[in-house]
């Protein structure tokens, strides 16, 4: 029934087909071909690649028409008549034949070879001498290329192509193809390359991928105009071959081979094209901007074990990571863009990174390289590691802080601005290491690099040292900042008085460039002037008056509601909110809020915007089982209470919003880039926009969870102690502000528990729903010697109780107990409201609806449930016992500000940098050349009217009235024993005190100040210190005057001096003893000590002088 034929299939007969093709001048590229099978004879075969080449198609005849006339040929047709002589024309015919320029011969079915015998007559039969282009896949064929005769008659070769051709080696041969520019030997079995290879001088492109290579012959470094290297799926183990001279070479492929490390690819200044391991990368000319794609996909039986570009993250870049990291091969911009590119795009990688064995110290040898872009993108790249997490920046730092420090200093400005951005964020993310790297040499330059501290010295030899650009000293500013972030180094700048000075006159110096002022505020702020912060921002002193609180509360889409309460406060008031306080507290829905009105200074209508249309696009998710309360829950009892880590509570019920479009939308909304007065996103950066902002978030990796604080400003230095005293938390300001703000609203179950730098947070609303009371904390320990005029909190609105239905268990129901009273915000109002009116002068006012509309969901998006709440919050704004509040709000508000700009001084006044006032303190006399300096330069302080106070710390004791004059006479007071030696030891000394121009009352209070205690002063944060600050500021503001002439005649010229330095004078302390003295002007902060305030000794002072101690202090009439 069947044949045997049915069973098998026929083989097709061996086939091969050459194509040739023609060139002619005129006609343009011909084609021809030829085929044959393996049962044709060879004489055959001959026979038709004969006819072929003599087709008549390829022979052209031309007629050429020639004008002749006596004199000789005419060029061009003419009119004969046009010579006035005979013409004579020559007609004749030219035979032109196309010129043979390309090749290609190919096996078209079976898988036999061509006879050698028919490849040789083949390529004798053939005008090869100007063949440029010549194809060959068939070994065969190719073995008789081998014949070295035949090779030389193609002396017009320039590409040769040999893939698929079934080689297991490349016939030497190929070295007489000098003039030879690409080479393809793809899809082969080939070992190695014959050395030969060398000989092609002019090869530009050399293609062997897909081979079983295994080495490189050393000769291939010969081809110096070599642009396209490609070796994927080979064997290479590693590739010893010099660069050094390849420096034309654009593209390198090396995908699928199993290296150990990376040849040495770093004079190849031209590469733009890689691929290597598992990745392929590619970049422009000047190497700023790179792109990964994925692999080429597989084409031979090559090693291909790590080459799975779907597999997981961690799997497919492993082996990137350990070529480019394990020695220095790697150091190529196209590499160092790879990396920095690849920690930018996922913070995984970075952990990847660092795990890499010595990758930390390979990327600081390509940081300490020569190749400005290696430098400059291995610095971001130990940036982005830094940032990644405290203990990366600390790895970074401990592998080798003393080579990192050795960048900085150099004139190639991208080198000393990649190095201060490496420097900023190693100092941001740790302590620890910016403890370590702020060495007295590198706050030295970088004091020289913003102008400050030897920055007169610079120059090499006496030269001038050269002044750095804007965005350098910018950059420098940034890096010394973040630096100050530690306390330590805090100390180190504060100890260096003449670059205090100098910050200070670059942050109010209207001179300079304004990225350059900001960056000197930011330091400022980071170090607690906040004196000088709340001047920049042009906001008046709180004199004359006490602090404004606004404490803002939690709750989600219910925040809408404080927006209506606040709107009617602005109504009532007519100023914007940012006006009206000097320090906003939101938690939650309440920071976000902060942020609006306090640093972006959005009106109401905005706010309304921000719950209205990008709430609606952060929680689009509607809830499934809306009615089904005791699930509710259920659910967020086991999100909050039953596990430690937010991944196996995300697991028993899932985050019910996305947190990536939240946060996605912050980053937009809390950006500050188009801010002229900020240089970063940070909270401190965002210091001068308006008032103090804190946001309130839980740190819920600790246990039992504090609340945690993110500031717009630092804490001034001495507060810890009164911060102890009173339970104050714990906080930062160098977090992003979106990053605040996302920290602070991750309210647990709606979304996921926000990390960021080894730390996680949770909503703040879990531990204090209601910040009033650490808003009243914060205010303390900002303003420690002023008191709280008026403290105002507003909430979202508060549903009355009411009877709890019975829950499935007992067990869910003490879970839900919990958390209403963990989120409550009438705890901290009912305390407040009973505490407050014991305190003289404090206006507590709270605004909050109680109505049963309140009661919505934090993340309520339906639009009839929104009605329902503004409705009752409406209802609660109207009803005359809220308008009375307002009013009471406003009287107290507006008398407050009114009050603060009488107190101002008039413009015409003397303005002493940041400060408005002058402070002279006599120290006592160390001999008679220096009393006439003392005196000197009292006298003329004294004479200005910005000079509202002397003090004279006398020796033994105060000198007569008579004894001193007019200018700087001092009443008489209350003499003390004294013993002085150093400033290292304890003196007590007469200290009266006289203002200027002071108030009724101001002499009896002179005349009652007890004795100032000079000693060593080690508590930075008490007595004289905290006292002046509350006037000057820190004293690290001071000048640095110059000894003046001890010569009576000279007082005129001394008095220039110090005139020429006044505006920048706040506190000048005159005569201390201190060894290696650096001038008249000393630091007093740590050697002078006077009385609290307040205290019985300051309330006694007032009464004498008939003043009310409960709304006066010693301050606002000296």
Known sequence: ????????????????????????????????????????????????????????????????????TASGPLLGVVAAAGFGAPVRLALSVRETVSRLVGVELTRTSGSGTLPTSLALALWQELEAAAVTRLRVADSGAVAALADARVAARFTALRVLNLSNAGLTALPSSVGLLTGLEELRVVGNQLRILPPEIGQLTRLRVLAADSNQLTILPGELRRCEQLEELTLQHNRLTSVLLSFASLRHLSVLHLYDNPL???????????????????????????????????????GGGGYSGISLWDSKQSDRLRPIFALMLRRSSGHHPLLAGALRQLAEEDPK??????????????????ALGDNPVVVEETCRTLALLASHSPALADAVVANDADALLRLLPGADERRVLATLGLLAALAHSSSDASARLATDAL????????????????????????????????????????????????????????????????????EEPTRVQVAALRVLAILGENELVEQAAGRPPIQGRGVRILSLDGGGMKGMATVRLLRELERHTGKRIWELFDLIVGTSTGGLLAVALGLLKLDMDACDHIYKVLGRKVFSRVVAAKDAKEESWMESFYRTFQ??????????????????????????????SKEERCIGDTMIDTAVLGPKVALVSTLSSLSPAPPFLFRTYQLPPGSEALGAQIGAHAGSCKHPVWQAVRASSAASFYLEDFTCGGDKFQDGAVTANNPAVIALQEARLLWPDHPIDVLMSVGVGVSPAVRREKGLSSFMETGSILIESATSVSRADEALATLMPLVPGVKYLRFCASDPRCNMELDEVDPERWAQLEAATQEYVAAPATQAQYAEAAAALLQQTEAAS???????????????????????????????MDDAVAATLAHRPGCVAAVDLQRLEQPPREATDGSDALPAGQPAGTRHSSVAEHAEVAAPVVAAAAGA?????????????VGSGEDEGGGISAYLSSWFGSPTKQAKLASPPA????????????????????????????????GLVLRWQQQLEAMAEPSTQATALLLEAGLDPNRTRLADVC
Not at 490 to 501: F, K, W, Y
């Open 1 to 68: 029934m069947f044949s045997l034929g049915s069973f098998t299939s026929r083989r097709p007969p061996d086939a091969w087909g050459l194509a040739l093709t023609f060139h002619h001048e005129s006609l343009g590229q011909q084609e021809r071909e030829v085929a044959w099978t393996a049962g044709e004879a060879e004489a055959g075969v001959l026979a038709s690649l004969t006819d072929t080449l003599a087709a008549p198609g390829l022979v052209h005849e031309a007629v050429h028409v020639t004008l002749h």
């Open 260 to 298: 150990d490390f990376l040849p040495e690819i770093s004079p190849c200044s031209e590469l733009t094209h890689l691929t290597v391991a598992n990745l392929r990368i590619t970049a422009d000319q000047a190497y700023t901007k790179v792109e990964f794609l994925p692999p080429p996909p597989g």
């Open 349 to 366: 990688n970075r952990e990847l990174m660092a795990r890499q064995e010595n990758g930390l110290q390979q990327l600081v040898l390509m």
């Open 443 to 510: 706050l030295t330059c970088l004091a020289r690099m913003v102008g400050g501290e030897g920055a007169a010295g610079g120059g090499a030899a006496g030269a001038p040292a050269a002044v750095p650009g804007e965005e350098v000293r910018t950059a420098a500013l940034k890096a010394l900042g973040n630096l100050a972030f530690c306390d330590e180094n805090r100390r180190r700048l504060e100890r260096r008085p003449a670059l205090m000075q100098r910050l200070s006159q670059l942050a109010l110096s209207s």
């Open 643 to 672: 596990s430690k880590t937010s991944h196996v509570r995300a697991v028993v019920v899932g985050y019910k919003h996305d947190a990536a479009v939240y946060e996605s939308l912050l980053r937009e909304y809390c950006d500050f």
């Open 902 to 932: 009488a107190a101002e001084p008039p413009h015409g006044s003397l303005k002493l940098g940041a400060r408005r006032k002058l402070l002279v303190l006599r120290a006592p006399r160390l001999g008679a050349q220096q009393l006439s």
């Open 1001 to 1013: 009352g101001s002499a009896e209070i002179a005349r009652g100040v007890g004795s100032l205690q």
């Open 1047 to 1078: 010569a009576a005649e000279d007082r005129a010229g001394q008095q220039e001096q110090l005139a020429a330095a006044l505006p920048s004078v706040g506190v000048v302390h005159l005569g201390l003893e201190l060894a290696g003295s650096a």
